[in-house]
C-alpha cells in the first residue's frame, strides 16, 4: 500500500505539472476578446468592440478542448506507466488533473492582456482596440481534464488491463488425482 501511495504522489505531481503546458497553450491559441474605449465626461466606457462576436465562448471552448486532449494523454500515460493501476493511482491521476486544471487557469489568466480593463483603456486611447483580459467563463471547463482522464482511464484499463483469474465455482474442489471413469450403472 505504501508503494502504491507513493507512485500515486508522484502521478498527482507530474500530471499536476502538465497544467504549465496547458496554460500557456491556451494563453498562445485562445482568441482575443476585442474591446474599445469612449470617454463620457471624466469617466472611460469600455465596450465589446463586435457585441455578436464568439472570441468569448471561443476562449472558454479552447480551455475546454485541449483540457480533454490533456485528459486523454495523461490517462494512457499512467496506464502504460502502470498497468495494474489501483484506487490511489487513479485518484491520484484525478487530483493531480484538477491541479492541473487550476494551474493551466491562473496562468493562462496571469500571461494575458492586461487585467485593469479601465488603465489599459487609459493607455491606448479613445476608439483604439485592445485585446480584454484573458478570462475562464465557464469555470465547469476545469473538470473537462479530470473527467477526460478518469473516462480514458478506465476504458483503457478495462480493454487492455490484466484480468483478473475466474474463481472456482462454489463448491467444487480439485481432485487429488486422475478423475475416475464415468460409470454408467451396467457391470463389467
Known sequence: MR???????????AV???GVLLGLLWWWLAPQV????DVSGNSWIVYLKDTEGEQA???????????LAFGVVSAVAVFLARRRGGVPLVIGLCVGALLGSLLAWRLG????PEHDVIAHAKAVGKGVTFPAPLKLGAKGALLAWPLAALVVHLGVTALFGPRDPEPEPYGHTPHPGPDPEPHDGRTR
Open 16 to 18: 499536476a505539472l502538465g
Open 34 to 37: 476585442p474591446l474599445v474605449a
Open 57 to 67: 465562448i471561443g476562449v472558454d471552448g479552447t480551455f475546454t478542448l485541449l483540457a
Open 3 to 13: 508503494t502504491e501511495i507513493r507512485e500515486a504522489a508522484v502521478v498527482t505531481v
Open 109 to 112: 489568466v496571469w500571461l494575458g
